[in-house]
Every structure is written in structure tokens, then in C-alpha cells.
């Protein structure tokens, strides 16, 4: 089987980000990790071909720096990379996509592709629909289960109200992996070691014949959020807190 | 008469050749499997004055083993009149080969002076034996192995020392009479043996005489098979003891490209030190009594580890002879009684080896499993995931942005060593002081003494990372040489006169382990510093403890808790006590029942801190049970991590009692 995963490189939402300019960010302090969501979707592919055999491949957008999400999936047991390098900080999602297009086919012929359902940075939640779009592919995000029977992926995604549905999708198809799928490997350190020296073809959006500029999508202002204001404890018997609850809603939020 | 003469020199000679023959290929085959280890260890045989002086102390003076008294004293009685008689029963097996071999004649007064002395040291086994067995059958410690092989051992003591008595007595009454036995003399009145015939007498000192030889010999044969082991490893174990109580774990060469494997996977990678250690157990169980895991219902148990891993290492034995240490199986595996959760209940609170009469290094097969199992198997606790992330990220257990590591000292005037790289103390916070909320206030705490001392002093605040010990003692050695790294390159960078720590890992990591990445300063912790800057006249006490004024008690209100890292690793303990009295202006302290060098950890050490704790009793309860029953009001702690640890075990048992950093104490006396 040939498995194709998709990971970003991002920033840790742990860190503090440093704004720089009207729409940018110190990206050179700011801790980044791979993409989380990620993590379920190389575990997820390194699993089936732990069992299946084949090889998987990790795709990865970004700056020069995404190498080390890609090492960090290769360290989970990916068989080798391919990095798409850009320049922006911010791509939008309909290039992302195309550029994950252009480098998995230009690649090979895949049988499953996976994704992770979001990245933690921009959250767009576009990536996945938007590559299976391009490659004419069934997709289904968000999948909490998945096995492969009979030539088929067979997923469950939760649906709200404590359901779940079972969806079949014919291979190849685009799946985009959330928290629930596996419990992503903490890698041996021999394979940290080994994953430092596998494969990874670099190439650059020219190369697969895109540009930046073709970005539908602009951030045009990136500004921090404000701190969130200290919550006040109100000490005393309930009775009382509640009264002073009251009386702060009232009469100084005004919020009843 | 003379027939017999030549049938005894006939078998004497054919039972020593066979029982010593056996003896020499058990040993031999002993010390080949210490030399057929593969495991590293550097050592160079230094300060050998040092050590033979150790050797007199602790092996002729047994003073080790006499810390615990009644046992240690038994001890010494046996050990004593055991050496005594061995002279005297070579003489025997010599004389019995060749009866022209006879020091009596030659040496009359040695000979007689020599027999008076060991027939007295000899009847003391007698009464160390019985204490002995009073213990295995009256007493019975939870922790003493009672089982065969150790009944057998003091039946084999008690029979030489009988039958040497008898083979006295009987010497008494014959002809040729080469000296006084003031005990072994006894047994004639006693039992009226001086009316038996000369006929009598012989046959009674020939039958003395075998019985004691066969079971001197069965000794012999027994010994290497047995934990008795103990008899020919506890000298050179001692001898090579390390010198000085701080250790560092040994730092393992991740980026060496040759190395297989990394940590303790097999017995076969054990090290010759590992292996005289594990021949150098008697079972003695001090170490069970004194761990915090066992004591509190946990699998884990040193002496059953010491025990298991030398049964995996006799079981291999022949595959690492032959040099087939590949094929060995591994130490954690199906059905191995060295199970994931011996290995991780370990609190690395080092109680075990610092009890171990013969200086066993527990934890070094504690910790290089758990290394092995982290960086080969990817094995650990489930929990230790998202800390080791979070370390791996931002290089604090709680994940905590790491560039907000300063933010506890907000408003308080304290700068960074980027700022003032010249300050006279670097005061290297922690993830604790700088991010834990209990842990906070204790470095804000220790901000304001030292301001208020006059201390020139500065933070590293985002350059700081995690110092390192909770990832290498939960084993990930290749995540602990990262923070490791990241700390001496800013270290170096601002060679700092000295570091000043108010946490007890910080400060045992940094002083004993940093040196082996290259980074040699000064290291000292606050409980030192803050005595220092009370002698120097920099800070006064000026008021008197809340806790204890409103107790209104002057009786042992405050007790110290000893951190593990400060006192068993560094052999801190009168520091912070002598801090507290001069901060309590002369106040008396209560002493916990298990304090000091029998400190009972607080349960959070080797990385337990981060870990579920499920089975049997939570540790920090056993401990907190014990502030109770010490009446203290106030419990001072030097670690944040000890801190935290029994303010929650206190909570649990819904007993109010103050927990406060001696930091925080200083800070509240001295304002």
C-alpha cells in the first residue's frame, strides 16, 4: 500500500507568538511541533502499513523549518518525505491543497491519503476537502475508527448527540484523522536516530508550477488578543456570593 | 590405630580435593561471568588508602552493618568467631592429611594463645546465632527472606561451632594437651565426659572431628550456589565502594552510532561492578524496610530486584559464558518477576543504598531498566507522554509557554542574566518556582530575601530550561541530554560565579551531572545560602513564625521534612535545620520519626511527580500520617516538589498543618 499523508508544521499553542509587522510573526523564537491532528493520521498510516505492508510517504507545506515535522513523522515510522518549501508564513488553503496534489502525484500513485481533520494554527478546516476536490476523491473527515475491508475504508466520525456514523469510501480517498482514531507512538530513540537520514525530496512551489501570489486568501492583520481579564472570586457562604454575584451582573457589567 | 591414620589421610586428602575442586570451579565460573558482562563502567582504582581504611571500618569494624544494632551486633559475634575457628579448622584438614603437620608443637604459645582466644570469640557465635533465630521465629521483620537456604546457612554456622567446641573438649581430655578452652572446657562438666574411657574420648573427637569437616567442606561446596555468596563478595564490594555519597548517573553516549542498544535490556549488559554487587547480597532486607515503594504496598522491593536480577544473570549464565549475551532474554518480559511496574514505582529516593551495609547500588539497575525501556521499547507509564511532550516543547513538565518563565517575578524588580551577566549569583529558578502555582510563590519568596539581604543576584528566566533530572531519571536520557545541553550552552556562555538553587533536583543535577556535558560551576542550595546569609549578620530574624505563635506551644511545633535530593543525595541535612533555628531565633525542632538519613520521601522523586500512583497507599499519606503523629503545627520543606506532595497528602487527610518552604519561612520572619 501506498500512503500518502499530509502534515503542517506549526506553531505550538502552548508558545507565545511574537507579532512582526502588519501580518506576520517572529517565527524564528516561536517553539513550532507538528500539527496534532497529524500525529493520529501518521500513526494511523504507519499502523496499516505495519500490517499491510507498502510505505508511507509524509507531505508536508511550509518553510524550510517543516523539515523537522517531517523528521518527527519519520521518526513514528513514515518511510520517507516530501517537503514543499514556500516562503509565506500564511498560504492559504487552496494552495496548500494543489501544492499537496502536485507533489503526491508527481510522487506516485497513491491508495489512501490522510490528513489531519485541522491545523491548530489557522484552523481552516479546508485542506482535506479541498485536496480530495482536486483529486476528485471521496473524503471523510474527522474519522474517530477506520479499517480496511474488502478494498474499502470503512470510518466512523461522531455526529453529534453521542452518535456515530459508519461510512464506507472507496480507495483511494483523502481522511482526515482526529483525537479518538489511535494513540500516536512516542518513537523509539533509534528511530529518531534513523529518521535523521531518511529520504526527503525538497522542492519548491515553481517547481510543481504554483505560485503564492495565486493565494485566494489574504491575511491582511495579524494583532495578539487581548488578556483575558483576572476572574474575581467572591469569598463567603454562598447565599451571600450569590448575592454579590448578582449584584456585580446588575449593576456594574449590566449584563442583566 | 595406624591403619586408621592412613585410611583418614586417605579420605581427608580425596573430601579436600573434591569439596575444594568444587569450590574453586563454582568461584571460578563466578568471576569469569563478572568478567563476561558487557556492560561499561569507568573506574580507575583511586585513593586506595581511602579505601582500605573503608575496608577496616566497615568490614573488619562492621560498623556498617551495626546501624542496626541488634542484628549488627549478632552480626559482628558471628562474623568474629566464624574467621576465628577457619585458622584452626585448616590446621585440622592439614593435620588430617598429614598428621606431622602440627603447629602445637612448633608454636606452643601462639598455638595455646591463638585456641583460648578463638574458643571464646567461637562460643559468641553461639549467642549471635540464637538472636539470629529468635528473629526468624519470634521477630520474623516483614523484610527478612525467611526460606531454606538461609536456615541452612545458620544450621551450617551452628554445626562448625559446636563440633569445634567438641573437638575442644575431647582435645582436653586426650593425652597430647596443647591448650586451655575456657568455654569449649564446659562441655566435659556439663555433660561428664571425663568419666568416658580412652577409647571413648578418641572416637568421640574423631566423630567431632568429621561431622565438622563435612560440614565445613559442605560449606564450601555451598557457598557460590548460595546467597552466601555474600561471604567472598561483600569485602571487594565494599572496597570498591564509591567514595563519596553525591553520584551522577552515568552518562550514556547517544551518539554513538556503533551502540546496539542504550540502558540495561538484558543481564548480559549488566557491568562487573552490577554483578559483585548482586553477589554481595544476603537478603538482608534493610533496603525493603526502608523503601517508600514497598513500605506503601508497591511491587517494587530493592532487595527483590537485587534478588531477581541475579537469578536472570545465574539463569543466562551459560549463554553469557559462551558469549551469547545477544540471545539472552530480555530483563522486562512475560513472566520475569522484574515487571513494568517494579521498575516504575521507584522514587529514586536512594533510602536502599544508603541503609545497604555492603554498598549495593540499587537504583543503577533501577534506572538503566528504565532507560532501556524508554529509549529502546518506547515503554513507559502512559502519563509520562504528554510531560515528556511538553519538556520536548517547551521545556517545562506542565507545558507552560516557555518564554513566560519569568513571569513569576513580575513587578519585582529581578533582573535577567542577560541584563546584569555579571551578578554575583545566578539563582537558577525551576520549572517549579517558575511556573507551578505552590512553586511560584516560593521563588517570589525567595526574591524577596535575597533582595532584602543585599544579594546581587539574576534569573536566566526564558534562556532556563527544565534542568534535566525528571526526564533521566524517568529515563529518557536522549530528552535529558537535550535540556542538558541547552542549559550548559547558556551557562557557559555566562560562566556564572554561582549558582544558587532553591530546588533539591536542580541543585543535585547541576553540581553532579552538568560537569559531564562540560559546565563545572559552583552550585549551592538555598538552604545553605540562606544559613550563610544569616551568619553574615545580612538577614535578621524579626518576628516570629505565625503558624507557631498562634499554636502557642514552644514544644516541637515545627519539623523539617529532609528532601531526598538534599540529604541522601548530598548529605544535606544540618543546613536548613541550623536555617530554621536561626530563623525561628533558637526555636527547638521536632524530628519526624523517619527523618535525616532515614528520611521518608515525599513520593515525587524519578519522575513519580508525573505519574499516577495506583497502587497500594499513596506515598505523600504514609508521610503526611507521620507529620500528624509528630505533633508539629508546621512543616518546613526545601523542595518544591516535597512541598506540594504533602500539602496534598495533609489535604487528604483533612488535617490542617502548614507547609512551607524554609524560603518562605525566611521571608516571613525576616520582613
Given amino acids: ?256 | 590405630m595406624d591403619s586408621y591414620v592412613i585410611v583418614k589421610s586417605v579420605l581427608m586428602l580425596a573430601a579436600l580435593s573434591a569439596a575444594f575442586s568444587v569450590f574453586f570451579i563454582r568461584s571460578r565460573r563466578l568471576f569469569r561471568l563478572i568478567r563476561s558482562v558487557r556492560g561499561k563502567l569507568p573506574f580507575t582504582l583511586d585513593r586506595v588508602k581511602e579505601r582500605l581504611v573503608v575496608l577496616l571500618t566497615d568490614v573488619v569494624g562492621q560498623s556498617n552493618v551495626r546501624r542496626k544494632a541488634l542484628p549488627g551486633v549478632a552480626h559482628t559475634l558471628i562474623f568474629f568467631g566464624f574467621l576465628a575457628v577457619q585458622p584452626h579448622s585448616l590446621e585440622l584438614m592439614l593435620k588430617g592429611v598429614c598428621p606431622a603437620f602440627d603447629p602445637a608443637k612448633w608454636f606452643p604459645a601462639v598455638y595455646g594463645g591463638y585456641l583460648f582466644v578463638a574458643d571464646v570469640l567461637a562460643a559468641l557465635v553461639l549467642i549471635g546465632l540464637a538472636y539470629a533465630v529468635y528473629r526468624r521465629v519470634v521477630e520474623r521483620p516483614k523484610y527478612l527472606t525467611l526460606n531454606t537456604d538461609a536456615n541452612l546457612i545458620i544450621l551450617f554456622t551452628c554445626v562448625i561451632i559446636v563440633t569445634f567446641q567438641f573437638i575442644n573438649a575431647f582435645q582436653t581430655l586426650l593425652p597430647v594437651h596443647v591448650a586451655a578452652f575456657p568455654v569449649s572446657g564446659l562441655w566435659i562438666g556439663l555433660l561428664g565426659l571425663e568419666r568416658l574411657g580412652a577409647g571413648q574420648i578418641t572416637a568421640g573427637y574423631e566423630i567431632a572431628y568429621w561431622l565438622h569437616m563435612a560440614t565445613i567442606l559442605g560449606f564450601l561446596v555451598y557457598i557460590p550456589g548460595s546467597k552466601h555468596l555474600h561471604l567472598l563478595a561483600a569485602a571487594p564490594n565494599v572496597f570498591l565502594k564509591p567514595l563519596q555519597r553525591e553520584k551522577a548517573m552515568p552518562k550514556t553516549d547517544i551518539e554513538d552510532e556503533s551502540a546496539e542498544t542504550f540502558g540495561l535490556g538484558k543481564v548480559s549488559e549488566l557491568n562487573w561492578k552490577n554483578v559483585l554487587n548482586l553477589y554481595a547480597c544476603t537478603e538482608c532486607g534493610r533496603c525493603e524496610e526502608q523503601c517508600p515503594a514497598d513500605q506503601t504496598g508497591k511491587p517494587l522491593s530493592p532487595k527483590k530486584v537485587i534478588h531477581d536480577f541475579k537469578r536472570d544473570l545465574l539463569a543466562h549464565a551459560d549463554a553469557i559464558l559462551a558469549g551469547k549475551g545477544d540471545a539472552v532474554d530480555p530483563i522486562v518480559r512475560e513472566g520475569s518477576p522484574i515487571t513494568a511496574d517494579v521498575i516504575w514505582s521507584c522514587t529514586t529516593c536512594r533510602a536502599c543504598e544508603d541503609i545497604c551495609p555492603v554498598n549495593i547500588e540499587q537504583l543503577d539497575f533501577i534506572l538503566e531498566t528504565r532507560k532501556h525501556q524508554v529509549l529502546m521499547q518506547a515503554s513507559f507509564p502512559p502519563e509520562m507522554q504528554a510531560t515528556f511532550t511538553n519538556l520536548e516543547n517547551q521545556a517545562n513538565p506542565w507545558g507552560f509557554s516557555a518564554d513566560t518563565r519569568a513571569d513569576w517575578s513580575k513587578g519585582m524588580n529581578v533582573p535577567l542574566m542577560c541584563d546584569r551577566p555579571e551578578a554575583e549569583i545566578l539563582y537558577f529558578v525551576g520549572c517549579a518556582g517558575a511556573f507551578d502555582d505552590r512553586g511560584k510563590k516560593i521563588a517570589q519568596a525567595m526574591a524577596r530575601v535575597l533582595q532584602r539581604a543585599g544579594v546581587d543576584f539574576a534569573i536566566l528566566g526564558p534562556e532556563e530550561a527544565c534542568n534535566g533530572d525528571l526526564a533521566r531519571r524517568a529515563g529518557n536520557e536522549y530528552l535529558a541530554q537535550t535540556l542538558i545541553k541547552q542549559n550548559v550552552e547558556v551557562l557557559n556562555r555566562y560562566k556564572p560565579q554561582k549558582i544558587l538553587t532553591g530546588c533539591p533536583h536542580c541543585f543535585n543535577i547541576i553540581k553532579n551531572e552538568y560537569p559531564q556535558f562540560g559546565a563545572a560551576y559552583p552550585v549551592v542550595h538555598h538552604s545553605e545560602w540562606l544559613r550563610a546569609l544569616f551568619r553574615q549578620g545580612r538577614l535578621k530574624s524579626v518576628k516570629g513564625i505565625k503558624e507557631l505563635e498562634a499554636t502557642g506551644s514552644a514544644a516541637g511545633p515545627l519539623a523539617f521534612h529532609d528532601s531526598c535530593y538534599l540529604g541522601r543525595w548530598n548529605g544535606i541535612y544540618d543546613a536548613p535545620r541550623d536555617l530554621l533555628r536561626a530563623a525561628g531565633s533558637g526555636i527547638r525542632l521536632a524530628e519526624m520519626r523517619r527523618h535525616g538519613a532515614k528520611g521518608f520521601c515525599c513520593g515525587a522523586g524519578g519522575g513519580r511527580m508525573f505519574m499516577e500512583e495506583t497502587i497500594g497507599k499513596r506515598i505523600n499519606i504514609e508521610r503526611a500520617e507521620e507529620v500528624i503523629a509528630s505533633g508539629a503545627a508546621l512543616i518546613a520543606t526545601a523542595c518544591p516538589f516535597c512541598a506540594t506532595m504533602l500539602s496534598d497528602g495533609l489535604r487528604d487527610c483533612q488535617t490542617p498543618r502548614s507547609v512551607k518552604d524554609i524560603a518562605e519561612i525566611v521571608d516571613e520572619v525576616t520582613a
Fill in chain 1, 1 to 256: 500500500m501506498k500512503i500518502y499523508v499530509c502534515v503542517k508544521h506549526v506553531p505550538d499553542t502552548a508558545a507565545n507568538i511574537k507579532t512582526a509587522g502588519a501580518n506576520g510573526f517572529d517565527d524564528a523564537v516561536c517553539k513550532f511541533i507538528a500539527n496534532p491532528y497529524d500525529e493520529y493520521a501518521v500513526e494511523q498510516a504507519v499502523r496499516l502499513m505495519e500490517s499491510q505492508g507498502g510505505e508511507v510517504v509524509v507531505v508536508s507545506v511550509g518553510k524550510e523549518a517543516a523539515m523537522a515535522t517531517l523528521r518527527s513523522a519519520m521518526a513514528m515510522g513514515a518511510t520517507r518525505g516530501i517537503l514543499v518549501t514556500v516562503e509565506s508564513q500564511f498560504l492559504d488553503s487552496e494552495i496548500t491543497s494543489q501544492a499537496l496534489k502536485a507533489a503526491i502525484e508527481k510522487d506516485g500513485k497513491p491508495d489512501l491519503i490522510f490528513t489531519g481533520k485541522v491545523a491548530v494554527d489557522t484552523e481552516g478546516f479546508q485542506t482535506a476537502y479541498r485536496l480530495a476536490e482536486a483529486m476528485s476523491l471521496p473524503v471523510v473527515n474527522e474519522i474517530l475508527k477506520m479499517e480496511l475491508r474488502d478494498g474499502k475504508a470503512v470510518v466512523e466520525r461522531e455526529i453529534g448527540g453521542g452518535s456515530r456514523e459508519v461510512l464506507e469510501a472507496g480507495l483511494p480517498c483523502v481522511l482526515g484523522a482526529t483525537k479518538g482514531l489511535n494513540e500516536p507512538r512516542y518513537p523509539k530513540f533509534p528511530d529518531i536516530m534513523k529518521a535523521k537520514k531518511k529520504e526527503v525530496k525538497q522542492m519548491t512551489l515553481a517547481d510543481l508550477g504554483l505560485s503564492a501570489a495565486a493565494a485566494r486568501i489574504e491575511l491582511v492583520k495579524l494583532e495578539k488578543a487581548p488578556d483575558r481579564s483576572g476572574a474575581k472570586i467572591i469569598p463567603g457562604p454562598s447565599r451571600e456570593a450569590a448575592q454579590a454575584l448578582v449584584h456585580i451582573l446588575r449593576n456594574v457589567e449590566k449584563v442583566i
